[in-house]
């Protein structure tokens, strides 16, 4: 398992998590909505950490410089 996410798309993504998970900390989405935001902010949090997003293989999208 090789890193296909460069430094960016992380960033990106934890940025995404962190504004899903301060939405519903403070209620601005509501009912299920809130369980979507903190599934897919912990996915985007594990995924940025690990650096590979097995979404991108099918794809064939690498967006870390090296091949």
């Known amino acids: 398992m ?3 996410m460069g430094s960016l798309d992380r960033i990106l993504r934890i940025v ?3 504004v899903l998970i301060v939405f519903a900390v403070t209620g601005t989405i509501t009912g299920t909505w809130v369980w979507v935001a903190y599934g897919v902010a912990a ?3 594990l ?3 690990v ?3 097995p979404a991108y293989l ?3 999208i690498n967006t870390c ?3």
């Open 65 to 67: 410089g090296k091949r």
């Open 58 to 60: 099918p794809l064939g």
């Open 47 to 49: 995924t940025s950490l």
């Open 2 to 4: 090789s890193n296909n």
């Open 43 to 45: 996915v985007f949090i």
């Open 16 to 18: 995404v998590a962190v």
């Open 51 to 53: 650096g590979f997003c």
